[in-house]
């Protein structure tokens, strides 16, 4: 009983709670009517793309079930795309498709699939199917494709970066990869591996799979502690800038590498999750604490705040 | 900071005032036990039905009644025949009897109806009363021995002086021929069981005991006899009970002892006849069945009329308790969850869910409710993923999901009055709406987190269930939020509290103690 009240009252001046973050952080911080910008992927992007912030290439967004048929003419001329439903969550109704090696006919998850199929599901994400009833839009792009040096840790899916800031200041940092159990999937509750990041250095700490902390990726036992991340100080600038044009000082900011265009934002959370202080073994009230420039944006360890 | 200096002075307010409030009304009174608990009434039918054999065929049945006394109030009753006559008959030292006679040809349906409202009835024995010394000629009928009370055979009177021959006054003679009888094993049977019998098997339904310790009580000089009526609850059923009262200090005194009531007894017995007879008797030889159909109704008899009370709200007619007790509790039980919520950091589906579940459970009993409401949400939730992979649209899937919940509560009902089963046929009386949005929030939760989150947060959300159950169960929290409204704005400070803390959930605590390891 005594360890338990000693350490929770370490835990109280250490770790962000949910409490804490959406009283002190989410709340006074992010205005309600600004969501929209982060939790729409297509309103994401206009104004990423008014400020010249790098991300993915839209090909073409469609609004109206009338337009798919000449929208999917539009986009013969692509190798590869990306079908994302705007409002989704969870990568719910994400399709990613390629041509086959003679050009021509469509393949999805390495399975032919038909014309008829594909404007099948983009009705369907146009009439909600993936945004809990309320209509949609879907967003056409790029299909990214990830720098080798995610690869040589784990040889399938698009792992990504995710940076918390606040104010404009980067807090904690996590790189998300998929694992042999997590079928694809980066996120930590679907059983990917979340790795830790030296910000100053760029470099890759321990990996934690909700469970344990590795040094090695559990599937292929290649090398994470002390991995260097190429353009680290890119990504960091992108995901400064991304969040000053933002009307939003406490957010999450999604960004992959891609192979020929370097670091492109993917999407931006405004309740960006509290494990990544698990992952970084790090709290991030703590940090907050520590932080020079961010002194002061949370009261001191006071539990009620009035 | 003045938006916080406006918060201060509201928490502040809303904390201090309605403490002092109900200091005043504690200090005044206001909080009194007999106010504050509301009184229970049964509606009570004894139905019996009778049919002859033979067409215009003379019949009769006889039944005793319940009339008024210190521990029972009898209201309003009614008599029911369609042919048969009735004729009450009172009989000094047994009760009064119902007869009902006349000539039929084909079955008949008779009734006596009545509300009934009863008083515990506690009674003081002074410790040094002697045994009966000279017993009055009225109390002879109480004394010797029965057909089936065999207070002269040899191992009854042995075990009456066995057990009593040590003992100098009566209250703890009497104790012992009790606490032998009671500690007996208790045999469900639904046959007469005399005393000798109940003895000698040393074991008995309430009838065999009550006939047992009425002989041991004679067998030793202490008058004794059987009482007849009947145990009321809400339900139906064809169970009579048998009890006991002993003649102590110039006053009858009640005993049960199988269901282990000493010198008391409780409200819900109610009293039909003295000494050993049959509650029903009818023509011989003709089909007869009866039922007693019992509905309990709960009504607070005293108003406190003090002020800054809401107990003027009972005088709304066609408001049943029930609805207002729910209105009254709900907010209570909500603030129970928000703790749970944020302090100790359960997940629950739906904020209000644990609350409402809890309240529609009073009807049906807590363990299998909530089995029944797992189970009906986990059914109807699995219900998604075809629909889901059929890209069947949100508002279309909600609604198939609502059917199938309806479709699952009607069977269920249906099932449980084939197999004469009540809780579940009470199943009808649970929240429609709220169970399919709990369905569907099972199901996203399975596709979002995984089954073993779905299921975890399942458990949760019967976790606070069983929290807020007591708490609504109780009678008493109707009373005192009738009498302390002011509790509400106590809620609300105590919420405004909550929505500001800051500090970590106990479940934080063990997910992330990890960071403060070392």
């Known amino acids: ?306 | 900071m003045t938006t916080y200096k406006l918060y201060h002075l509201s928490v502040g307010l809303l904390l201090s005032i309605p403490l002092f409030m109900s200091a005043w009304k504690w200090n005044k009174g206001y909080m009194d036990a007999d106010i504050l608990v509301p009184d229970t009434k049964f509606n009570v039918e004894m139905f019996c039905s009778i049919v002859p054999l033979f067409e215009d065929t003379e019949l009769f049945v006889k039944m005793y009644l319940p009339q008024s006394n210190q521990h029972q109030e009898i209201l309003h009753p009614a008599v029911k025949a369609d042919h048969l006559v009735f004729k009450p008959m009172v009989k000094k030292d047994i009760g009064k009897r119902g007869i009902w006679r006349g000539s039929v040809d084909e079955a008949e349906n008779l009734s006596y109806s009545f509300q009934y409202r009863g008083k515990k009835m506690k009674y003081l024995i002074a410790e040094d009363l002697p045994f009966p010394q000279r017993v009055p000629d009225s109390l002879s009928l109480y004394m010797g021995a029965e057909e089936y009370i065999q207070s002269d055979q040899f191992l009854i009177k042995q075990l009456a002086t066995e057990l009593t021959q040590d003992k100098v006054d009566l209250k703890n003679a009497v104790f012992a021929l009790y606490a032998y009888v009671h500690s007996m094993p208790s045999i469900k049977t639904k046959d007469l069981t005399d005393a000798l019998t109940a003895l000698i098997n040393n074991g008995a339904s309430c009838n065999g005991k009550s006939r047992l310790l009425v002989a041991l009580c004679r067998a030793v000089g202490i008058p004794a006899r059987t009482v007849g009526g009947i145990i009321l609850e809400t339900s139906q059923k064809r169970t009579s009970h048998l009890w006991v009262e002993i003649w102590m200090g110039g006053q009858w005194i009640s005993f049960d002892p199988l269901n282990g009531h000493f010198a008391s007894l409780p409200a819900h017995y109610l009293q039909l006849y003295y000494g050993d007879h049959f509650l029903i008797t009818h023509t011989p030889g003709v089909p007869f069945d009866y039922n007693f159909i019992i509905k309990e109704e709960k009504q607070f008899l005293t108003q406190n009329s003090g002020l800054l009370t809401l107990w003027g709200l009972l005088s709304i007619k066609d408001v049943p308790l029930g609805l207002l007790k729910t209105i009254l509790i709900l907010p209570l039980c909500a603030l129970i969850v928000g703790i749970f919520r944020n302090v100790v950091g359960l997940k629950t589906i739906g904020i209000f869910l644990p609350a409402i579940i809890a309240i529609s459970l009073e009807s049906i009993g807590l363990g299998f409710g909530m089995m029944a409401f797992a189970l009906v949400i986990a059914v109807v939730g699995l219900l998604h993923f075809p629909l889901e992979k059929w890209g069947i649209l949100h508002t279309p899937k909600l609604i198939i999901m609502l059917t199938a919940v309806v479709i699952s509560l009607l069977s269920l009902s249906y099932l449980g009055i084939l197999l004469g089963h009540q809780m579940l046929t009470a199943i009808i009386f649970f929240p429609i709406i709220v169970l399919t949005i709990a369905a569907e929030k099972f199901a996203k939760t399975i596709i979002e987190e995984g089954f073993q989150e779905a299921l975890k947060l399942q458990a949760q959300t019967l976790l606070l269930t069983l929290i807020c159950y007591p708490v609504f169960a109780s009678d008493f929290m109707i009373g005192y939020l009738l009498t302390f409204p002011e509790t509400y704005f106590l809620i609300i400070g105590l919420l405004l509290i909550l929505g500001r803390w800051i500090g970590i959930r106990l479940t934080e605590y063990f997910r992330f103690k990890a960071l403060v390891q070392n």
């Open chain 1, 1 to 306: 009983m005594r360890s338990f009240i000693k350490k929770s009252k370490k835990l109280q001046e250490v770790l962000l709670g949910i409490n804490q973050r959406n009283v002190e952080l989410i709340y006074p911080h992010n205005n309600i009517k600004n969501y929209k910008l982060a939790d729409d992927k297509v309103l994401t992007k206009t104004v990423l793309e008014k400020h010249g912030l790098a991300c993915a290439e839209t090909y073409i967004v469609i609004e109206e079930i009338s337009y798919i048929e000449s929208a999917w003419e539009s986009l013969t001329q692509y190798q590869k795309i990306a079908v994302k439903p705007a409002n989704g969550r969870g990568g719910g109704g994400i399709m990613i498709l390629k041509k086959d090696q003679n050009g021509k006919d469509w393949l999805s998850g390495g399975k032919a699939i038909a014309k008829a199929q594909v404007i099948k599901h983009l009705a369907d994400i146009i009439t909600g199917v993936y945004s809990l009833g309320s209509r949609d839009k879907v967003l056409v792009e790029y299909c990214i494709e990830p720098h080798p040096f995610f690869y040589e840790i784990f040889p399938s899916g698009v792992p990504d970066f995710r940076v918390i800031l606040l104010k404009n200041t980067p807090v904690l940092s996590m790189l998300r990869v998929p694992t042999e159990r997590s079928d694809g999937k980066a996120n930590l509750h679907q059983g990917g591996l979340g790795i830790g990041i030296d910000m100053e250095n760029g470099t890759l700490k321990m990996a934690y799979d909700g469970h344990r902390y590795y040094e090695n990726h559990p599937d292929t036992n290649s090398q994470i502690k002390g991995r260097l991340i190429p353009y680290w100080e890119e990504t960091m600038a992108l995901a400064i800038q991304t969040s000053k044009v933002f009307p939003l000082d406490y957010l999450g900011i999604d960004i992959v590498i891609d192979k020929k265009l370097g670091p492109l934002i993917m999407e931006i959370n405004v309740r960006p999750g509290l494990s990544i202080q698990l992952v970084n073994q790090e709290g991030m009230q703590k940090v907050l604490h520590e932080h020079p420039s961010l002194k002061g944006v949370l009261s001191s360890s006071m539990e009620v705040h009035f």
